[in-house]
């Protein structure tokens, strides 16, 4: 199902329909979402809704995605992801 997000009653009522189809946990790290910690997490380039995100989760993804493409973007010839996989092996 498509979604339109042309006002805050429109991303709050995908933010619980996200929510209870998640079962108050965070897309990323399963971990339970607090009340009102819950953020609607998108990507801002191609404004695909992501998933239901606990506020801290939400604002480190923003960071890291911020600083692949301003550190490394311009001369790593993979994704963001690819990076992040090969740090971690």
Request: glycine share 6%.
């Amino acid at each position: 199902m498509t979604e339109q997000l042309y006002t805050t009653a429109d991303v709050k009522r995908v933010r619980e329909l996200l929510e209870k189809e998640q079962e108050g946990k965070d897309a990323a790290t399963g971990l339970a979402i607090p009340p009102k910690q819950a953020v609607l997490d998108h990507n801002h380039n191609s404004q695909y809704v992501r998933g239901v995100l606990h506020r801290q989760t939400n604002a480190m993804l923003g960071k890291l995605e911020n600083n692949f493409t301003r550190l490394i973007k311009w001369w790593y010839p993979g994704t963001m992801q690819d990076f992040l996989r090969s740090l971690a092996n």
